[in-house]
């Protein structure tokens, strides 16, 4: 039996929610709702929800707060939020969910679903809520670090950080500076665009590069060698887009 608490100042905002719940999640038994943070404490206090769906904005204490104040809590948390670029970011460098308003059901069903499917997920979520709350912290997106959860651990560095990225199948590996690298269950295109803003570059199919870690270019320009030495493939198609940013024949 699923359980869930909806936490939102607006009534309507928590109705609708409520309401696509009943009509498309049948797995969920009981949906508890609170209008403020010191309601959603209040209530927790008696009740052990599976799921809480967060607003980020509410009244007495925002949704971040309210987090930073929690204790070994056990059940998964879905960000609600209208469009925030600076919090959307920072929730998706810390490897957690969230639904934009107005909330689509699809996509509600989809995320709810995939929380439901890896419940062995939430023994990690402490350390991933505290890298939300250091990135929300920061003044600057290039401050946040990224949290990468693997079948080794989660790893948090900082975008500044990474070589490249490569694409193994449905999964990435990632090159750090030091010569560290791990796999992450996340695919290429993921990544690349989450870090389009940083000016990544996709010179392959398999590889995204980090712009400021590029060293040189090889012979005709066919990989590019990175400040670790290191090469990565450069395809016909992108090579012309390289050589006209850089101005290389």
Known sequence: ????????????????LNYYIIHFLPVIAEIRQAAS???AQRILS???PDIVFLD??????????????????TFEIIFTTAYNHYAIQAIR???????????????????????????????????????LIH???????EDFRLAVPSEA?????????????QSIGKCSLIYLEGKKSFLSSRSLGHYEDMLDQFNFIRTHKAHLINPVHIASFGKNNEYVIL?????AEISRRKKRDLQQYYRID
């Open 46 to 48: 008696d009740f052990q």
């Open 1 to 16: 039996m699923i359980k869930v608490l909806i936490i939102d100042e607006e009534v309507k905002a928590r109705n609708i």
């Open 93 to 131: 460098f810390s490897a957690l969910d969230y639904l934009l308003k107005p909330v689509d059901p699809d996509e509600l069903i989809k995320v709810v679903l995939k929380l439901i499917d890896k419940q062995d997920r939430v023994r990690k979520k402490p350390q991933l809520y505290q890298n």
């Open 37 to 39: 943070a010191t309601e």
């Open 227 to 231: 400040s670790d030495g290191s090469k």
């Open 153 to 165: 651990g989660i790893f948090f560095f900082h975008t500044f950080e990474i070589l490249h990225i």
């Open 135 to 141: 990135n929300m912290e920061k003044k600057n997106i």
């Open 56 to 73: 980020i904005r509410m009244p007495d204490q925002d949704g971040f707060d309210f987090l930073a104040g929690l204790n070994d809590s």
